[in-house]
C-alpha cells in the first residue's frame, strides 16, 4: 500500500471514529395539541428538534432561542395570552406573538450568536398588540406559509440577522409595514411569493440593510408596495426586485420621523439612496397618494433621505400605468438606468420612451424637486 494510500486510509478511520463515537442523537420530533403549552415543548426540544402544533387555537408568546427549531403548525391559530410570558421580546408592552432570538446588544446590533435555521411553517399569528414575528440576531431563518394577521406591529421583523427567508406568507391588516428586513449589513434576505395586503406601511420595507432578492410578491393596499431605504441610518442596496404585482397601494401613513421614515402614501416601488438595485420585470399600476407623502407615484428613484445619491441602479423592463403623479420618477441623482420600461408618464420625460423604446438617463447632475 502507497504512503498516499495508507494516510488516507487513516483518515478514513478517524473520522468513522468520530462518527460514532461523537454523533449527536438523533433529533425529535415534540407533538403539541390544543390545550397543552407550545412554549413547553419549544423549552423541551433540544437543537435540531421539530415541535409540531396541532390543528387549535393557542393563546400564548412564544421565544425561540435554540438553533434548528422547526417549529411547524397544522392550522394553528395563535392569540395573544391575558398574560404574556417572560421573553425578551416581551420585556416592554406591546406583546410579540413569536420572538426568535439570538445573544447580542440590542442597542447597538452587535451579535455574539446568531441563533440559525429556525423554522416557522403553518400559523396564523393574529391580533397581537406588537409583532407578528420578530427575529433578532438571527441566521436563515424561514418564515413560510404563515399568516400574520391584524397585528399592532409589523408583520414579519427581522433585524440584525443574516440571510432571513419570507416565503409563501399573507401578511394583511398589520399596523406597520407587513414584511420587514432592516439594521442587517449582510441581509441577503429572500421575499418570494408573498402576499402583502393593506397593511399601515409598506408591503415591504428594507431599511439600512444590503443584499437580497424580492420577487413574485403581491403587494395591495398598503401606503407603498416596495420601498429600500437608504440613510436611517445606514446603506441600503444590492437587491434584485423582480415580478412583482404592486397594486393600488394608496392608503396613507405617517411615517416615523424619529427612524427616518417620512410620511407615505401612493407609491408603488421606491429606491432611496439605494446603490447596486435592479427593479426588473414588475407590474406597478394605480398607485396614487390619498394624503401626504414625500414620494408618490409608479417606479421612484431619488437620493437618501440624508443625502446619499443612488448609484448603479437599474430600472428595466417593467409596466407602470395609471400612477399618479407619474409612472417612473427620478430625481436626478446619481447614476441610474432606465431602459425597455413601458408606461403612460414620466418625470424627466422620456424614461417610458413612447411606452416601449429604450431611454439611457445616466448621468450625475442633479435637478432638484
Known amino acids: ?14 473520522l468513522f471514529a ?3 463515537g461523537g454523533a449527536p442523537a438523533y433529533a425529535k420530533a415534540h407533538h403539541v395539541h390544543e390545550g397543552e403549552s407550545i412554549q ?45 410570558a417572560d421573553t425578551l421580546c416581551n420585556e ?37 398588540s406588537g409583532v407578528g414575528i420578530f427575529a433578532f440576531g438571527s441566521e436563515l431563518l424561514r418564515v413560510s406559509h404563515d399568516k400574520l394577521l391584524d397585528n399592532g406591529g409589523y408583520g414579519v421583523f427581522a433585524v440584525a440577522s443574516k440571510r432571513p427567508q419570507y416565503v409563501n406568507n399573507l401578511s394583511s391588516g398589520n399596523g406597520a409595514p407587513g414584511l420587514y428586513v432592516g439594521d442587517s449589513p449582510e441581509a441577503n434576505a429572500l421575499v418570494r411569493h408573498n402576499r402583502s395586503i393593506g397593511n399601515s406601511g409598506e408591503g415591504i420595507l428594507l431599511r439600512n440593510a444590503v443584499g437580497g432578492r ?14 429600500a431605504l437608504a440613510d436611517a441610518p445606514g446603506p441600503a442596496g444590492d437587491f434584485r426586485i423582480d415580478h412583482n404585482r404592486v397594486l393600488e397601494n394608496n392608503e396613507a401613513c ?7 421614515e417620512p410620511p407615505i402614501s401612493g407609491l408603488g416601488i421606491a429606491l432611496l439612496g439605494a446603490f447596486d438595485t435592479r427593479v426588473s420585470h414588475n407590474k406597478v399600476r394605480g398607485n396614487e397618494p390619498s394624503g401626504a407623502s414625500f414620494l408618490s407615484g409608479g417606479i421612484a428613484v ?7 445619491d443612488p448609484q ?27 431602459k425597455k420600461n413601458k408606461c403612460g408618464t414620466s418625470d424627466p420625460d422620456g424614461l417610458c420612451a413612447g411606452g416601449g423604446g429604450k431611454a439611457l438617463h445616466k448621468h450625475a447632475a442633479r435637478r432638484r424637486r
Open 214 to 227: 424580492v420577487s413574485h410578491n403581491r403587494l395591495v393596499g398598503n401606503c407603498a408596495g416596495v420601498l
Open 92 to 128: 416592554f408592552e406591546p406583546v410579540t406573538g413569536i420572538c426568535v432570538v439570538g445573544q447580542g446588544d440590542p442597542q447597538t446590533g452587535a451579535i455574539s450568536d446568531y441563533v440559525s435555521r429556525v423554522r416557522i411553517k403553518g400559523f396564523t399569528v393574529e391580533g397581537f
Open 254 to 260: 405617517p411615517g416615523e420621523p424619529e427612524e427616518g
Open 1 to 14: 500500500m502507497s504512503r498516499h494510500a495508507r494516510a488516507f486510509c487513516a483518515v478514513v478511520a478517524v
Open 40 to 84: 413547553a415543548a419549544l423549552d423541551a426540544a433540544s437543537p435540531g428538534d421539530t415541535v409540531i402544533v396541532h390543528r387549535g387555537t393557542y393563546h400564548e408568546s412564544l421565544q425561540i432561542d435554540k438553533d434548528g427549531i422547526r417549529l411547524r403548525g397544522n392550522h394553528v391559530q395563535l392569540l395573544e395570552p391575558a398574560s404574556p
Open 18 to 20: 468520530c462518527l460514532l
Open 302 to 308: 431619488t437620493e437618501g433621505v440624508g443625502g446619499t
Open 312 to 338: 448603479n441602479d437599474v430600472v428595466g423592463h417593467n409596466k407602470a400605468f395609471d400612477n399618479l403623479p407619474n409612472d417612473l420618477f427620478w430625481d436626478g441623482a446619481g447614476t441610474v438606468l432606465f
